[in-house]
């Protein structure tokens, strides 16, 4: 069994920055990759950033140049770090597992991007 938690949402202004948290039950290195998408009301969810096993990174175009991958192996955990937040990232952001047989999908942490 695999579990994934996320922390670190929460409210935060126009500009300002959130760094979520994703933390495996085991040794991230056991998947292909690992990944952040997010859904808003409405809306289906989307991919925000992947980091691969080989340390390789995507962003989708909405985000880049604002938000960042990152990965600590020792603590079994990845980053989202969220700069110059904007309303429309306003959503639930799930963290993803993609591993050998299935992938796996945390629980999700909301952000809330409003003055």
């Known amino acids: 069994q695999v579990q994934l938690v996320e922390s670190g949402g929460g409210l935060v202004q126009p500009g300002g920055s959130l760094r979520l948290s994703c933390a495996a039950s085991?040794?991230?290195?056991?998947?292909?990759?690992m990944g952040w998408y997010r859904q808003a009301p409405g809306k289906q969810r989307e991919l925000v950033a992947t980091?691969?096993?080989?340390?390789?990174?995507n962003y989708a175009d909405s985000v880049k140049g604002r938000f960042a991958i990152s990965r600590n192996i020792a603590k079994n955990t990845v980053y989202l770090q969220m700069n110059s937040l904007k309303p429309e990232d306003t959503a639930v952001y799930y963290c993803?597992?993609?591993?050998?047989?299935?992938?796996?999908w945390g629980q999700g942490t909301q952000v809330t991007v409003s003055s």
């Open positions: 993803n597992a993609d591993g050998v047989r299935a992938y796996y």
């Open positions: 085991g040794s991230i290195l056991n998947f292909n990759s």
């Open positions: 980091f691969t096993r080989g340390g390789s990174t």
